[in-house]
């Protein structure tokens, strides 16, 4: 338990987890105090409801956002800062991403999500689709999320386990390695856009993490292919 604990507290505060809450937090409406109304949030709510579930009925959306609004805010409290949305929205990566505590997955999820619920211009978001516009992600979403996030930890003894059985510490230094360390998260932030990119066909995918996944600007793959095919999003497909 308090080895789960520390991951996820590692995993919250890591860079490229905090470069993805703060990218959504940046499309919501503020107040004048810079925080998070209850109408912003529910908005959201809604839109992430819509991505992720097969069922979407507006009515029962709209209550359970309500209901997420009561919880995730004291009594009284009329907005949500960003420390608190932050919490809800790793909250609610928790929730989707299984007992792995995989920056990968995590990163998949808050990202895809993202593409899939906002509106762009090109290579640039400019805010939330309507609600109408936003649909159900595709499976393959749904298929990587369970291959790196909960098939991983099903599977009879982890990476992190067998290099160091039975030391809680050896354990979570090893998970760290694997996820955290600069050249694990790099990977992992290359990989998502990837990933990102073949689940919403969405050129914002290959800008994702371009300043900080480790790569050189002139590296000539398949990422810097799509990045040209934003000059006309009509070869996309061809690339």
Same mark, same amino acid.
């Given at each position: 338990e308090d080895g789960l604990v520390q991951r996820k507290l590692h995993l919250f505060r890591c860079t490229a987890m905090q470069i993805s809450i703060k990218r959504l937090?940046?499309?919501?409406?503020?107040?004048g105090e810079?925080?998070?109304?209850?109408?912003?949030y529910v908005?959201?709510?809604l839109r992430l409801q819509k991505c992720l579930n097969k069922d979407f009925d507006l009515c029962q959306?709209?209550?359970?956002?309500?209901?997420?609004?009561?919880?995730?805010?004291?009594?009284g409290q009329e907005s949500m800062p960003m420390e608190e949305f932050s919490m809800f929205v #790793?909250?609610?990566?928790?929730?989707?991403?299984?007992?792995a505590v995989s920056l990968r997955a995590y990163l998949l999820f808050l990202n895809a999500t993202f593409i899939a619920m906002t509106e762009s211009r090109g290579a640039h978001t400019v805010g939330l689709k309507d609600l109408e516009a936003v649909g159900r992600l595709p499976r393959a979403f749904f298929d990587l999320l369970a291959l790196q996030g909960w098939a991983k930890a099903a599977s009879p003894g982890s990476a992190e386990e067998a290099a160091a059985p039975g030391d809680p510490a050896e354990v979570l230094n090893a998970w760290y390695a694997a996820n955290l360390a600069p050249a694990a998260a790099q990977q992992a932030m290359v990989q998502v856009q990837r990933q990102v990119f073949q689940v919403t066909h969405d050129v914002?995918?290959? #800008?994702?993490?371009?300043?900080?996944?480790?790569?050189?600007?002139d590296d000539d793959d398949a990422l810097d292919l799509v990045r040209r095919a934003s000059q006309n999003l009509?070869?996309?497909a061809k690339v």
């Open positions: 937090w940046d499309i919501l409406p503020h107040n810079g925080e998070l109304a209850m109408e912003g908005e959201l709510n959306a709209v209550d359970s956002a309500v209901g997420d609004w009561a919880e995730d805010v004291h009594e #790793f909250e609610l990566c928790s929730l989707w991403c299984g007992p914002r995918s290959v #800008f994702l993490f371009r300043q900080h996944d480790g790569r050189e600007p009509d070869r996309v």
